[in-house]
């Protein structure tokens, strides 16, 4: 029995947020920052406002809106599901939630040996 492992997951509040985002603007998308000017913040934008890579990783989406990190980084944080979450502060400066009071913010939790496996078979069955 091969059940998909999400490698991605939102929290109620930031299905919400996106709710919320997305009555604003339309359709979005989000990119896992890896650093520089906003940290490591989730970055949302307007679908196609952000120009995804070769070298991105699609990890799934959160209520229809595409989540892509760069390889490198998931390199890091492979072994991770992302669990993505809402907190009172500022987002990040070329992100849809400043501006709003609250953030989008990244928290994981390591993959056990059962969903490394089969995270591993599904990578394996792509090739």
Known sequence: MNHAIERVVATGAALAMIAELRARHGPLMFFQSGGCCDGSAPMCYPA???????????LGNLDGAPF???MEQFEYWEHTQLIIDVV???GGMFSLDN???RRFLTRSRLFDDAEIAVLKASAAGND
């Open 99 to 101: 501006g709003t009071g």
């Open 88 to 90: 009172n502060g500022n």
């Open 68 to 70: 892509y990190i760069g």
């Open 48 to 58: 196609g406002d952000f120009n995804v890579s070769d070298t991105d990783v699609y």
